[in-house]
T-cell receptor, first 120, second 113 residues
Framework: GAVVSQHPSRVICKSGTSVKIECRSL??????MFWYRQFPKQSLMLMAT?????????EQGVEKDKFLINHASLTLSTLTVTSAHPEDSSFYIC????????????????FGDGTRLSIL | DAKTTQPTSMDCAEGRAANLPCNHS???????VYWYRQIHSQGPQYIIH???NNETNEMASLIITEDRKSSTLILPHATLRDTAVYYC??????????????FGKGITLSVRP
């Protein structure tokens, strides 16, 4: 089945560092990928929708200059947390849908295993 | 997307069926019901989805009421590895594969030995 790979799985870095997270669709092409963030004991919150070849669409309250998204190919989207601070520490998760088949409207999204970001 | 409501938590004995309810009383005709689960510190895992007919796959069964206002996810023989948070989500068919998922709080299923 469709597989989404996310890398790295865990990052620990100093405050002020920029961190890049990669999300790859391994066996399908994804024109759209999604980035979520999850704080402890909370549900997933959508941050942005990543569109191949165009600008990402950010949810209300998400700073686009802080969370840079690049979707340069049909199999790769990256999220860069710029100048990260301790409050950016969270579990970041990406997802993508496989838009193939006769009824693309009901293709499930598949998720990566997440990246746990810890800013010291 | 229409909202869903789920109980906060439930438990069941290992080997028994786990029936997880979900209410989606404002669902519209072009919205599917999706179920995902999230095991601790992992990304969500797709389980099953349906529009109006009952569905079954290797993981679970999905029973949708005739008026589509509620559904039940059934894990026929729960194991300890099924302990997770289960999310019931409705998703717009028209915008299709590129439509976003809105996660609620889900229901925490605890399977006891």
């Amino acid at each position: 089945g469709a597989v989404v790979s996310q890398h790295p799985s865990r990052v620990i870095c100093k405050s002020g560092t920029s961190v890049k997270i990669e999300c790859r669709s391994l066996d399908f092409q994804a024109t759209t990928m999604f980035w979520y963030r999850q704080f402890p004991k909370q549900s997933l919150m959508l941050m942005a929708t990543s569109n191949e070849g165009s600008k990402a669409t950010y949810e209300q309250g998400v700073e686009k200059d802080k969370f840079l998204i690049n979707h340069a190919s049909l199999t790769l989207s990256t999220l860069t947390v710029t100048s990260a601070h301790p409050e950016d520490s969270s579990f970041y998760i990406c997802s993508a849908s496989s838009p193939t088949g006769p009824t693309t409207g009901n293709q499930p999204q598949h998720f990566g295993d997440g990246t746990r970001l810890s800013i010291l | 997307d229409a909202k869903t409501t789920q109980p906060t938590s439930m438990d069941c004995a290992e080997g028994r069926a786990a029936n997880l309810p979900c209410n989606h009383s404002t669902i519209s005709g072009n919205e599917y019901v999706y179920w995902y689960r999230q095991i601790h510190s992992q990304g969500p895992q797709y389980i099953i989805h349906g529009l109006k007919n009952n569905e079954t796959n290797e993981m679970a069964s999905l029973i949708i009421t005739e008026d589509r206002k509620s559904s039940t996810l059934i894990l026929p023989h729960a194991t300890l590895r099924d302990t997770a948070v289960y999310y019931c989500i409705v998703r717009d068919l028209i915008t299709g594969a590129n439509s976003k998922l809105t996660f609620g709080k889900g229901i925490t299923l605890s399977v006891r030995p």
